[in-house]
């Protein structure tokens, strides 16, 4: 079956304007994750959507960051006015909490870079 | 804070040996962990999971070692493949979220 999927897989910016980033989670999942990845570094944890409860934003470093999940599926992250610390690979990852198990499965991830 | 950190940054194998990946962890509350596989340009990929009530768990040629007294979880590869290579993040359930480690290189040679 389908996985996660991302859009687009690469992104270059200027310093300054917004980028919007597109995950499409596995059907079904209704938990959905954001995390974000530096250069030889492990995962950080940005924003959490579990159906149609409010969002887990605890993790958003900036309140240039933002995230919306429209029908339960498709969700969509914001940069507004990129820095050149925000170049990364931000990954999205959806689960089904149904099952009772917590693994997360994640999509391709889009790389970002300021310039 | 708490975190899981990792060992070793770099681990290299002869192919057809094992490989053993360690990884600590210091919130003893922690109940859950994954072992993740992340090859180069792609996304983390599931491994394998163990619950705290739980000291081993097996798939196939991975297992899990969690012992809590020291707080160490650590991943076993059996008959370490080319195509093992790759970074292994261990990650603990913090909330709803997974709060990683920085990753072990895993390197199999011929």
């Known amino acids: 079956g389908a996985g996660v999927s991302q859009s687009p897989s690469n992104k270059v910016t200027e310093k300054g304007k917004d980028v919007e980033l597109r995950c499409d989670p596995i059907?079904?999942?209704?938990?959905l994750y954001w995390y974000r990845q530096s250069l030889g570094q492990g995962l950080e944890f940005l924003i959490y959507?579990?159906?149609?409860?409010?969002?887990?934003k605890s993790g958003l470093p900036s309140d240039r960051f933002s995230a919306e999940r429209t029908g339960g599926s498709v969700s969509t992250l914001t940069i507004q006015r990129t820095q050149q610390e925000d170049s990364a690979v931000y990954l999205c990852?959806?689960?089904?909490?149904?099952?009772?198990?917590?693994?997360?499965?994640f999509g391709p991830g889009t790389r970002l870079t300021v310039t | 804070g708490e975190s899981v950190g990792l060992h070793l940054p770099t681990l290299s194998v002869q192919e057809g040996d094992n490989s053993i990946i360690n990884c600590a962890y210091s919130?003893?509350?922690?109940?859950?962990f994954i072992w993740y596989k992340q090859e180069s340009g792609k996304g983390p990929q599931f491994i394998i999971d163990?619950?705290?009530?739980?000291d081993k768990r097996q798939g196939q040629r991975v297992t899990v070692l969690l012992n809590k007294t020291v707080k160490h979880l650590s991943l076993q590869i059996a008959a370490t493949q080319p195509g093992d290579s790759a970074v292994y993040f261990c990650?603990?359930?913090?909330?709803?979220?997974?709060?990683f480690g920085k990753g072990t290189s895993l390197l199999v040679t011929p």
């Open positions: 163990i619950r705290s009530n739980m």
């Open positions: 919130n003893s509350a922690s109940d859950y």
């Open positions: 959507f579990q159906g149609n409860s409010a969002p887990d």
């Open positions: 990852a959806s689960s089904s909490l149904r099952t009772g198990r917590h693994e997360q499965y």
């Open positions: 059907s079904g999942h209704t938990a």
């Open positions: 990650a603990e359930k913090a909330g709803y979220a997974l709060n």
